[in-house]
Nanobody
């Protein structure tokens, strides 16, 4: 059974940092490109970042470039999203997903003073 389990969300003040993790199991993690996607309250899904299966290429939506860093540890079957300089508009549920339609349950990130 494929499982993607996000963790690391929470409440942080503007300008703060969080690191999200996504533990993967049930599929060949190292062979899959991975994504982070978020959904802000009352809004649709927004793609945030992608990473190629071997980690050598990464992509970001413009609003997070220079603030967020996606990475992965294929030995640990884990995907990460380091989020710095957080803004209130980053408030959302963050999901990890692979390219074949598997998603985690999401982790809530709230940026508020």
């Amino acid at each position: 059974e494929v499982q993607l389990v996000e963790s690391g969300g929470g409440i942080v003040q503007p300008g703060g940092s969080l690191r999200l993790s996504c533990a993967a199991s049930g599929f060949a993690f190292s062979g899959h490109h991975m994504s982070w996607v978020r959904q802000a309250p009352g809004k649709g899904l927004e793609w945030v970042s992608d990473i190629k299966n071997n980690g050598d290429e990464t992509y970001y939506t413009d609003s997070v470039k220079g603030r967020f860093t996606i990475s992965r540890d294929n030995a640990k079957n884990t995907l990460y999203l380091q989020m710095n300089s957080l803004k209130p508009e980053d408030t959302a549920v963050y999901y990890c997903a692979n390219y074949v339609g598997h998603w985690g349950q999401g982790t809530q990130v709230t940026v508020s003073s």
